[in-house]
T-cell receptor, first 112, second 115 residues
Framework: QQQVKQSPQSLIVQKGGISIINCAYE??????FPWYQQFPGKGPALLIA?????SEKKEGRFTISFNKSAKQFSLHIMDSQPGDSATYFC???????????FGTGTSLTVIP | NAGVTQTPKFQVLKTGQSMTLQCAQD?????MYWYRQDPGMGLRLIYY???????DKGEVPNGYNVSRLNKREFSLRLESAAPSQTSVYFC??????????????FGEGSRLTVL
Protein backbone atom coordinates (compact mmCIF):
# COMPACT_ATOMS: atom_id res chain seq x y z
CA GLN A 1 0.00 0.00 0.00
CA GLN A 2 1.54 3.25 -1.17
CA GLN A 3 1.58 5.74 1.68
CA VAL A 4 2.96 8.70 -0.28
CA LYS A 5 1.87 9.52 -3.82
CA GLN A 6 4.17 11.85 -5.75
CA SER A 7 3.55 13.53 -9.09
CA PRO A 8 4.60 14.11 -11.76
CA GLN A 9 7.05 11.32 -12.47
CA SER A 10 9.10 13.60 -14.72
CA LEU A 11 9.15 17.31 -15.40
CA ILE A 12 10.86 19.48 -18.01
CA VAL A 13 11.06 23.19 -17.33
CA GLN A 14 12.71 26.08 -19.15
CA LYS A 15 15.42 28.00 -17.33
CA GLY A 16 13.81 30.72 -15.24
CA GLY A 17 10.50 28.90 -15.00
CA ILE A 18 8.69 27.48 -11.96
CA SER A 19 8.91 23.78 -11.13
CA ILE A 20 6.09 22.30 -9.04
CA ILE A 21 6.09 18.81 -7.56
CA ASN A 22 3.21 17.47 -5.50
CA CYS A 23 2.84 14.83 -2.81
CA ALA A 24 -0.18 13.36 -1.04
CA TYR A 25 0.14 11.29 2.09
CA GLU A 26 -2.07 8.98 4.11
CA UNK A 27 -1.78 8.34 7.82
CA UNK A 28 1.51 9.47 9.28
CA UNK A 29 3.02 10.93 12.37
CA UNK A 30 2.93 14.72 12.40
CA UNK A 31 6.55 15.68 12.57
CA UNK A 32 8.59 16.95 9.66
CA PHE A 33 7.75 16.59 5.98
CA PRO A 34 10.94 16.86 3.94
CA TRP A 35 12.00 17.05 0.34
CA TYR A 36 15.20 15.37 -0.75
CA GLN A 37 17.31 16.12 -3.82
CA GLN A 38 19.39 13.47 -5.55
CA PHE A 39 21.97 13.97 -8.28
CA PRO A 40 23.02 11.06 -10.52
CA GLY A 41 25.41 8.68 -8.78
CA LYS A 42 24.89 10.30 -5.39
CA GLY A 43 22.76 9.65 -2.36
CA PRO A 44 19.72 11.83 -1.60
CA ALA A 45 20.32 14.94 0.48
CA LEU A 46 17.83 16.99 2.47
CA LEU A 47 16.72 20.06 0.54
CA ILE A 48 14.04 21.59 2.74
CA ALA A 49 11.58 20.36 5.37
CA UNK A 50 8.40 21.73 6.93
CA UNK A 51 6.55 21.16 10.17
CA UNK A 52 2.80 20.57 9.74
CA UNK A 53 1.88 23.48 12.03
CA UNK A 54 2.95 25.96 9.32
CA SER A 55 1.48 26.30 5.84
CA GLU A 56 4.57 27.46 3.99
CA LYS A 57 8.33 27.52 4.33
CA LYS A 58 10.71 29.28 1.99
CA GLU A 59 14.46 28.88 1.64
CA GLY A 60 15.92 30.84 -1.23
CA ARG A 61 14.28 29.71 -4.46
CA PHE A 62 12.70 26.64 -2.81
CA THR A 63 9.29 26.75 -1.10
CA ILE A 64 7.22 24.03 0.55
CA SER A 65 3.47 24.54 0.75
CA PHE A 66 1.59 22.34 3.22
CA ASN A 67 -2.16 21.64 3.31
CA LYS A 68 -2.86 19.60 6.42
CA SER A 69 -6.60 19.17 5.81
CA ALA A 70 -6.02 17.83 2.30
CA LYS A 71 -2.98 15.80 3.39
CA GLN A 72 -0.93 17.31 0.61
CA PHE A 73 2.34 19.21 0.32
CA SER A 74 4.25 20.54 -2.62
CA LEU A 75 7.68 21.80 -3.62
CA HIS A 76 7.99 24.95 -5.71
CA ILE A 77 11.30 25.85 -7.33
CA MET A 78 11.29 29.45 -8.50
CA ASP A 79 13.61 30.71 -11.26
CA SER A 80 14.61 27.11 -12.06
CA GLN A 81 18.24 26.64 -13.12
CA PRO A 82 20.00 23.84 -15.06
CA GLY A 83 21.84 23.01 -11.82
CA ASP A 84 18.48 22.11 -10.29
CA SER A 85 18.22 19.16 -12.68
CA ALA A 86 17.96 16.18 -10.33
CA THR A 87 15.51 13.70 -8.88
CA TYR A 88 13.33 14.99 -6.05
CA PHE A 89 11.70 12.86 -3.38
CA CYS A 90 9.09 13.83 -0.85
CA UNK A 91 8.77 11.91 2.40
CA UNK A 92 6.29 11.56 5.22
CA UNK A 93 7.02 10.09 8.64
CA UNK A 94 5.37 6.82 9.59
CA UNK A 95 3.18 6.76 12.68
CA UNK A 96 6.12 5.46 14.72
CA UNK A 97 7.98 8.66 13.89
CA UNK A 98 11.26 6.85 13.30
CA UNK A 99 10.85 6.00 9.63
CA UNK A 100 9.86 7.69 6.41
CA UNK A 101 7.64 6.70 3.56
CA PHE A 102 9.26 8.13 0.44
CA GLY A 103 7.48 9.15 -2.72
CA THR A 104 8.45 7.51 -6.01
CA GLY A 105 10.52 10.50 -7.15
CA THR A 106 10.29 13.21 -9.80
CA SER A 107 13.02 13.60 -12.39
CA LEU A 108 13.41 17.32 -13.09
CA THR A 109 15.21 18.58 -16.18
CA VAL A 110 15.78 22.32 -16.55
CA ILE A 111 16.52 23.29 -20.14
CA PRO A 112 18.94 26.22 -20.64
CA ASN B 1 34.34 14.64 7.48
CA ALA B 2 33.36 11.37 5.76
CA GLY B 3 29.71 11.24 6.90
CA VAL B 4 28.21 7.90 5.83
CA THR B 5 30.54 5.48 4.08
CA GLN B 6 29.32 2.41 2.21
CA THR B 7 31.34 -0.49 0.82
CA PRO B 8 31.50 -1.89 -1.75
CA LYS B 9 30.29 0.69 -4.29
CA PHE B 10 29.70 -1.93 -6.98
CA GLN B 11 29.15 -5.67 -6.78
CA VAL B 12 28.07 -8.39 -9.19
CA LEU B 13 26.78 -11.65 -7.73
CA LYS B 14 25.45 -14.88 -9.11
CA THR B 15 22.08 -16.16 -7.95
CA GLY B 16 22.45 -17.96 -4.63
CA GLN B 17 25.66 -16.25 -3.56
CA SER B 18 25.83 -14.33 -0.31
CA MET B 19 27.37 -11.00 0.51
CA THR B 20 27.42 -8.25 3.11
CA LEU B 21 27.11 -4.53 2.49
CA GLN B 22 28.98 -2.48 5.04
CA CYS B 23 28.01 0.94 6.35
CA ALA B 24 29.75 3.22 8.82
CA GLN B 25 28.94 6.75 10.02
CA ASP B 26 31.20 9.12 11.90
CA UNK B 27 28.57 11.64 13.06
CA UNK B 28 27.73 9.93 16.36
CA UNK B 29 24.18 9.31 15.14
CA UNK B 30 21.90 6.95 17.02
CA UNK B 31 19.67 5.71 14.20
CA MET B 32 20.74 3.94 11.02
CA TYR B 33 18.80 2.68 8.00
CA TRP B 34 19.10 0.56 4.89
CA TYR B 35 17.06 1.52 1.81
CA ARG B 36 16.87 0.14 -1.68
CA GLN B 37 16.16 2.30 -4.70
CA ASP B 38 14.56 0.89 -7.81
CA PRO B 39 13.30 2.75 -10.91
CA GLY B 40 9.75 3.97 -10.42
CA MET B 41 9.66 2.67 -6.83
CA GLY B 42 11.44 5.41 -4.97
CA LEU B 43 13.29 4.58 -1.77
CA ARG B 44 11.98 1.65 0.23
CA LEU B 45 13.11 0.88 3.76
CA ILE B 46 14.58 -2.59 4.27
CA TYR B 47 15.64 -2.48 7.93
CA TYR B 48 16.45 0.16 10.46
CA UNK B 49 18.14 0.45 13.82
CA UNK B 50 16.69 3.12 16.10
CA UNK B 51 19.62 2.82 18.48
CA UNK B 52 22.58 0.59 19.17
CA UNK B 53 21.40 -2.90 20.05
CA UNK B 54 18.02 -2.69 18.28
CA UNK B 55 16.92 -3.54 14.75
CA ASP B 56 13.47 -3.57 13.14
CA LYS B 57 11.97 -4.55 9.82
CA GLY B 58 10.98 -1.95 7.30
CA GLU B 59 8.78 -2.23 4.23
CA VAL B 60 10.75 -4.87 2.28
CA PRO B 61 12.81 -7.02 4.70
CA ASN B 62 12.43 -10.43 3.03
CA GLY B 63 15.74 -11.91 1.86
CA TYR B 64 17.86 -9.61 4.05
CA ASN B 65 19.39 -9.61 7.50
CA VAL B 66 21.10 -6.81 9.37
CA SER B 67 23.56 -6.36 12.20
CA ARG B 68 24.11 -3.21 14.24
CA LEU B 69 27.69 -3.99 15.10
CA ASN B 70 28.20 -0.88 17.26
CA LYS B 71 27.00 2.71 17.22
CA ARG B 72 28.97 3.48 14.05
CA GLU B 73 28.35 0.40 11.90
CA PHE B 74 25.25 -1.19 10.39
CA SER B 75 25.62 -4.04 7.91
CA LEU B 76 23.15 -5.58 5.47
CA ARG B 77 23.49 -9.22 4.47
CA LEU B 78 22.02 -11.08 1.54
CA GLU B 79 22.15 -14.77 2.42
CA SER B 80 21.10 -16.16 -0.97
CA ALA B 81 20.99 -13.45 -3.60
CA ALA B 82 18.17 -13.38 -6.16
CA PRO B 83 17.84 -11.33 -9.37
CA SER B 84 14.99 -9.39 -7.70
CA GLN B 85 17.58 -7.98 -5.31
CA THR B 86 19.37 -6.16 -8.13
CA SER B 87 19.16 -2.59 -6.93
CA VAL B 88 20.99 0.40 -5.55
CA TYR B 89 21.30 0.16 -1.78
CA PHE B 90 21.62 3.23 0.42
CA CYS B 91 22.64 3.40 4.02
CA UNK B 92 21.49 6.43 6.01
CA UNK B 93 21.75 7.76 9.53
CA UNK B 94 19.99 10.31 11.72
CA UNK B 95 20.54 11.78 15.15
CA UNK B 96 17.37 10.44 16.76
CA UNK B 97 15.00 8.98 14.20
CA UNK B 98 13.48 11.00 11.40
CA UNK B 99 10.66 12.73 13.20
CA UNK B 100 12.59 15.38 15.08
CA UNK B 101 14.37 17.08 12.20
CA UNK B 102 13.30 15.32 9.02
CA UNK B 103 16.94 14.81 8.12
CA UNK B 104 18.57 11.61 7.03
CA UNK B 105 22.22 11.57 5.94
CA PHE B 106 22.77 9.15 3.07
CA GLY B 107 25.82 7.37 1.77
CA GLU B 108 26.62 7.35 -1.94
CA GLY B 109 25.08 3.95 -2.54
CA SER B 110 26.11 0.40 -3.38
CA ARG B 111 25.10 -0.83 -6.80
CA LEU B 112 24.35 -4.55 -6.73
CA THR B 113 23.64 -6.73 -9.75
CA VAL B 114 22.49 -10.32 -9.30
CA LEU B 115 22.80 -12.49 -12.39
Amino acid sequence: QQQVKQSPQSLIVQKGGISIINCAYENTAFDYFPWYQQFPGKGPALLIAIRPDVSEKKEGRFTISFNKSAKQFSLHIMDSQPGDSATYFCAAPRHTGNQFYFGTGTSLTVIP
Amino acid sequence: NAGVTQTPKFQVLKTGQSMTLQCAQDMNHNSMYWYRQDPGMGLRLIYYSASEGTTDKGEVPNGYNVSRLNKREFSLRLESAAPSQTSVYFCASSVYGVGRTGELFFGEGSRLTVL
